[in-house]
């Protein structure tokens, strides 16, 4: 008998509410796992910082993620949550083929917050600095993602890119998406 399983793939800027969402959805929908490359990067940084590189792409860090991508697709029947910024187009693509080729259905969660909101947020947060290397403050990343997204470098998933695509533009949605993933879930096909 055929099991249904889902990918959920988070896409948004830094503090856009994507970690807390996937935290939400893993309670609302059984058998599901969070993969978030945030919480490696603190393994990393808390055990074995003198692995991580000091330049260029942070190859462990993605090894890591692979691994557990990987086991959870090949050696279980849960439900996936890639809970990321999955910004650019191009990777999220490769992801998304890579899932669809083992049959998962895909769901695409594109966190569109007002930067202002934002910008408050960091304002007000209290995340651990650990889990970015390239930039020394939060402000800094966000800097980094508005002008990617200015200069057309990093382009919104579109309709047709997943099986469902879902747009958050304020916190105000989220139940309502979360209620939709697990009409999905819970669907026979």
Request: hydrophobic share 35%; aromatic share 8%; glycine share 4%.
């Amino acid at each position: 008998m055929f099991m249904k399983r889902l990918l959920i793939m988070t896409v948004g800027k830094t503090h856009s509410g994507k970690t807390t969402f996937a935290k939400e959805l893993e309670k609302k929908i059984s058998n599901t796992v969070v993969i978030d490359q945030d919480n490696h990067a603190e393994f990393l940084h808390s055990y074995y910082q003198a692995l991580i590189p000091k330049q260029g792409p942070n190859l462990i860090k993605y090894a890591i993620t692979r691994t557990i991508v990987d086991y959870a697709i090949n050696e279980t029947d849960c439900h996936i949550i890639r809970c990321n910024s999955n910004r650019n187009g191009k990777d999220r693509l490769k992801w998304l083929s890579h899932y669809h080729k083992k049959g998962f259905i895909s769901i695409l969660v594109n966190f569109n917050i007002p930067e202002h909101i934002l910008k408050e947020r960091i304002a007000n947060s209290k995340r651990n600095m650990n889990i970015i290397r390239a930039f020394s403050t939060f402000e800094e990343v966000l800097v980094q993602q508005i002008e990617e997204s200015n200069n057309g470098d990093i382009m919104p998933p579109t309709k047709g890119e997943a099986n469902h695509l879902f747009t958050i533009n304020n916190s105000s949605e989220v139940d309502y998406v979360i209620e939709k993933i697990r009409d999905i879930a819970q669907s026979p096909t």
